[in-house]
């Protein structure tokens, strides 16, 4: 009796610490602490579907965990404005109940707006954060500290808990010269360290690229090269979300006299909220909307725009293709794709690049010269954080699992005992305590779960696998009307194909198969026994798709119906 | 009259070049060299399909421009043995009427393997060429000089031509210390620029890319470290078509005194038929079968496969997914990536070494150390090559648009003039003559043509943009038996609905819209005048697809059918 009660005490005792997303995959960033009954949730992302979930707008955490805990929840807590760390709270935030949600002003201002899109929820429970704000959730006490990145507002997590301090870093680099922010405060992040910090959990995202990342203003004199020598019209791409980058074209260009009309919905967006916020700052009179490009000579233009990664729809993929009504390429123009290039969208991105340099501008991109950096520290910069936060435990975050691997190595360089360290994934539970952390073998749901317009979750396996099959051999509907007297077909079978073969080159194709179905199905039926339906739509569908691989080595998806009549 | 003769005879002196695969696009390369009556080929490559082509297992060139001119076909020669030179000719040396073909000892040991999966073609005319080799089809003189590549028997073409000579480099690098093959014999490139060089063709694929290829010696001592410092299995994944990197493997095992297993169909056939031709060489008893892997200790074994490319089917994702029979990842095992990652395979690359890791492998790939080189000169060793040829004109092929305007950048460097260069695409006519080279205005087509099972070329926009709808938003059949009488619908109607939604769940939805559409087609039938039944389907069509969105937002295909009975 009395060996159980101890036990029971040390068990309460721990914190459970539930990542819910974002380790073993870049975005949809979400984790959960657990004290007792007390639950803390920190960021709530999305991400962009795999290549194969056709048709699928998001993946969004799994938060089957939290179903009927909504009381246990003390607040949500967000690091940044980024998508894939704010992305699913529209999706989530009934469901959890409307929880109380703290963000930085910036932040803020982006989940607000983009709450307005989703009229039909109740109006969110949320309290702007500062630089050093802290503040008391159930066990946790919070102070969030000022993290450079390429989104102002950033902020890490140093979170007092009952069993110890532990650090979140949130997407983090170290940067001396920033862009429209203040440096590392390496100062305030050695005072944070000195307080004794249990578990440091650090961003992984770069944790394979060697060296230090580059600093913004690297990236502001390079760009400022590309200013300074250009006589025609500069259009500049970049994601929306790079708030710092557009604030850093637009400076140029009010330091070489070029006006800045900007188009993209996102991007339009983000800097009207980041305007109103005092986030981007721009002189009076710099602004121009896209329609007043043509007033002004080529030399005095930046046009500043959404679509480097070659989205289909974004307006730099409507100029390559000659769709944009207010700006057409020529020679002369310089086109900067000022980002990455996302792995899977390579080939895109080059074929946007070549329509424009065949149209004659001069093309500028990251492969050429630094005109982009990244948003997070890299190896040196990881190893120095650890240095700084001297942890006891470590986890990495963010990232691919083989990018959590690589952060684990620089870890243990950095003297981290192995067993000190945990790589986890999502849907795993660590239990940490003064003495140890720990992977047990529980396990919560994380696996996807799927956006799809309106539907959320509802798009499974079934729903994609048939999407697959339509995608690579289209489909092949059978009609047969069958009489029900004399068990037989009336007339031809009706068949509806499409994405197979193009029907009017396979006529006689077609014609062989509606023969074949009005034999399978006399042969079945014309015995006069009670004619099995199943059976028959079954041998319709194995022999009319034999058939059709044999002549065309497709296999489009087949469908019998069979009505009698 | 005069002034007509005259001009017709400048007109015949020219040689028209015209690239039909492989400008503007990496493979499928193609091209024709046209001389009053006489054709000859070069290569006839594929390529695989883009992302958006659902479905489509390749893309070969067009030749509409040859038909009716089979009997002008002089010949085909190839330069080397990879599938974007010679995969095209099973699909295309039919409708050229069997042209002879030249191409050197292992290109017609791949050409002969590849053809035998194609039993319905006549035999091929094929004769075997060798470094220095001449031949005269027609009113070319070819002489073929060794280059090196990542694959052995890889041959330049020096052709001689009533208005100049012409060179066309094939795939290339220099390296002065290759693997499985001689080095590059400046001398003997020297001695044909010697010649006088009317015409540079040359290869841009690396023209991006800055300073010198990495030699293959390189790459050797790089994988070297690797096999020295691994206690545990080996497992290779690289190309089938790496032929020198395979036999690097191979060496190395056998110096460090380990068996080799090789699995993959490509892999497998490749090494068949270069050990038959002495192109790759084994000591006795070095190759064993995968099954025998568990008969030898642990640090015995190189397991080489395919499947560097996250391909789904492949070795090493079956490796990864413990579907492999005779091989599971452990504890110890070194897995090596010695292949670069072709755009738009990232993101299956970086799952499949996910996999890997998480079974506790570790893993070597080429962003962390040297362990593979393409096979394409870069920008150091294309000016080079401009160099020593001295070209009056000069003509980048083989790449991407923006890879043959670095390349065109790079000549300029070298002091061709800018009026001697031409940044031709595929399908456009160049005109040449000793005095100048000129891109005319003629075009022939050259546009995709797709293979899809056994249908070449008859998958077309409708047939793709049809599989895209239906992978996007699945499918919904809906289908009316309306009684020839009355205009009304007898019974319910059914649906049919594929990758849209998940029907079970579904119910409500499904049955609003079988009311919805028995209403649609009272309505129409309901005055006793005579019924328009494609009205009626227009009408089912766009109002249900309405519907559904308004639902979902998403856009399934509808497909109506209306049976009278």
């Known amino acids: 009796m009395k060996k159980t009660r101890k036990k029971k005490v040390r068990k309460t005792q721990s914190l459970r610490i539930i990542p819910l997303g974002g380790l073993g995959e870049v975005g949809r960033n979400m984790m959960l602490l657990e004290y007792r009954k007390d639950i803390l949730i920190i960021d709530m992302g999305f991400r962009l579907p795999e290549e194969e979930m056709?048709?699928?707008?998001?993946?969004?955490?799994?938060?089957s965990y939290l179903?009927?805990?909504?009381?246990?929840?003390?607040?949500?807590?967000?690091?940044?404005?980024?998508?894939?760390?704010?992305?699913?709270?529209?999706y989530l935030i009934d469901r959890l109940g409307y929880p109380p949600l703290y963000a930085s002003k910036l932040t803020t201002g982006i989940i607000l707006k983009r709450q307005a899109?989703?009229?039909?929820?109740?109006?969110?429970?949320?309290?702007?954060i500062k630089d050093k704000t802290k503040i008391n959730l159930g066990p946790f006490k919070i102070e969030f500290f000022h993290q450079n990145h390429n989104i102002p507002d950033n902020f890490g997590l140093f979170i007092e808990t009952p069993v110890g301090n532990i650090v979140n870093t949130s997407d983090f680099k170290f940067d001396k010269n920033p862009i429209n922010d203040t440096p590392t405060d390496f100062n305030r992040l050695k005072e944070l360290g000195k307080r004794g910090v249990l578990l440091l959990m650090s961003d992984s995202t770069g944790?394979?690229?060697?060296?230090?990342?580059?600093?913004?203003?690297?990236i502001f004199q390079n760009l400022e090269e590309i200013f300074k020598n250009s006589k025609g019209r500069i259009i500049a791409a970049t994601f929306s979300s790079l708030i710092n980058r557009i604030q850093q074209i637009i400076t140029l260009s009010e330091k070489y006299r070029r006006k800045v009309a900007i188009d993209g919905y996102t991007m339009k967006m983000n800097v009207e909220i980041c305007r109103?916020?005092?986030?981007?700052?721009?002189?009076?009179?710099?602004?121009?909307?896209?329609?007043e490009i043509k007033?002004?000579?080529?030399?005095?233009?930046?046009?500043?725009?959404?679509?480097?990664?070659?989205?289909?729809?974004?307006?730099l993929m409507r100029i390559a293709n000659g769709e944009y009504p207010f700006l057409k390429i020529k020679k002369g123009d310089s086109v900067i794709f000022s980002s990455s290039v996302i792995?899977?969208?390579?080939?895109?991105?080059?074929?946007?690049?070549?329509?424009?340099?065949?149209?004659?501008?001069?093309?500028?991109?990251?492969?050429?010269?630094?005109?982009?950096?990244?948003?997070?520290?890299?190896?040196?910069?990881l190893k120095k954080m650890i240095r700084i936060m001297k942890p006891k435990f470590f986890m990495p975050i963010h990232g691919q699992y083989s990018m959590l691997v690589a952060h684990a190595q620089l870890a243990k360089e950095e003297k981290i005992k192995e067993k000190n360290i945990v790589v986890a994934e999502n849907g795993?539970?660590?239990?940490?305590?003064?003495?140890?952390?720990?992977?047990?073998?529980?396990?919560?749901?994380?696996?996807?779960?799927?956006?799809?317009?309106?539907?959320?979750?509802?798009?499974?396996?079934?729903?994609?696998?048939?999407?697959?099959?339509?995608?690579?051999?289209?489909?092949?509907?059978?009609?047969?009307?069958?009489?029900?007297?004399?068990?037989?077909?009336?007339?031809?079978?009706?068949?509806?194909?499409?994405?197979f073969v193009y029907l009017k080159e396979s006529k006689d194709l077609l014609k062989e198969a509606r023969k074949k179905v009005v034999r399978i199905v006399s042969k079945a039926t014309g015995s006069g026994a009670t004619v099995n339906w199943i059976y028959i739509k079954d041998e319709i569908k194995k022999q009319i798709g034999a058939f059709l691989f044999k002549k065309t080595k497709r296999r489009p998806m087949i469908l019998p119906v069979v009505i009698e009549v």
């Not at 048709?55 to 938060?63: A, E, L, T, V």
């Not at 179903?67 to 529209?90: L, M, S, W």
């Not at 007033?295 to 307006?315: H, M, N, V, W």
Request: glycine fraction near 10%; hydrophobic fraction near 35%.
């Open 54 to 63: 056709l048709g699928i707008d998001y993946i969004i955490p799994n938060i």
């Open 67 to 90: 179903e009927g805990k909504q009381e246990r929840i003390v607040g949500a807590v967000f690091t940044h404005g980024h998508y894939d760390h704010i992305g699913a709270i529209p």
């Open 117 to 128: 899109d989703f009229p039909h929820l109740a109006p969110l429970d949320i309290t702007e």
């Open 207 to 218: 944790a394979e690229e060697e060296g230090h990342s580059l600093s913004e203003k690297q």
């Open 276 to 291: 109103n916020l005092r986030y981007i700052k721009t002189q009076r009179g710099t602004l121009i909307s896209p329609k």
């Open 295 to 315: 007033k002004y000579p080529d030399s005095r233009i930046t046009f500043l725009c959404t679509g480097a990664q070659g989205e289909e729809s974004a307006i």
């Open 343 to 381: 792995p899977g969208n390579e080939r895109t991105v080059q074929f946007l690049k070549d329509n424009i340099l065949r149209q004659g501008a001069i093309v500028f991109h990251y492969k050429m010269m630094d005109i982009h950096a990244g948003g997070h520290a890299q190896q040196e910069e």
């Open 428 to 499: 795993q539970v660590i239990e940490l305590t003064p003495e140890r952390i720990r992977l047990t073998k529980e396990e919560v749901p994380a696996n996807y779960v799927m956006v799809d317009g309106l539907g959320i979750g509802d798009v499974g396996d079934i729903v994609l696998r048939d999407r697959q099959t339509l995608a690579n051999g289209g489909m092949f509907v059978i009609i047969a009307a069958v009489d029900r007297k004399t068990g037989k077909v009336k007339g031809s079978p009706d068949i509806i194909s499409r994405g």
